[in-house]
């Protein structure tokens, strides 16, 4: 019993180690969203950190600050989405889509 018991903890630690690696390869993975055909464009990486947000001169309006604002939001958050996707996609790989809470 205390043999399964090793070799249980052994593969737990392994996958602990390949989270760790595909934690820190998604780092430097980046996606990209844009909003408003374009007019907003927000980069995400794997740490779903913004890394950059790009609004075309055309979008910007004094006298509609709401849309661009709305323009905003939905760019990011879709960015955010996709990097949510991405991260879940690679840990699957790791895990076999196994749920581990805490983890992502």
């Not at 249980?8 to 390869?25: F, G, N, P, S, T």
């Not at 006298?63 to 990097?83: G, Y």
């Amino acid at each position: 019993m205390a043999k399964g018991l090793g070799n249980i903890m052994k593969q737990a630690q392994q996958m602990q180690a390949k989270i760790a690696r595909v934690q820190q390869e998604l780092e430097g993975k980046e996606v990209e969203a844009t909003a408003g055909g374009g007019m907003v464009t927000a980069r995400v990486n794997g740490k779903q950190e913004l890394l950059s947000l790009t609004i075309e001169k055309d979008v910007v309006d004094p006298e509609d600050v709401e849309m661009l604002q709305d323009l905003v939001l939905a760019a990011v958050n879709e960015a955010i989405k996709q990097s949510q996707e991405m991260i879940k996609q690679e840990m699957n790989k790791v895990t076999g889509g196994m749920n581990i809470p805490g983890m992502f």
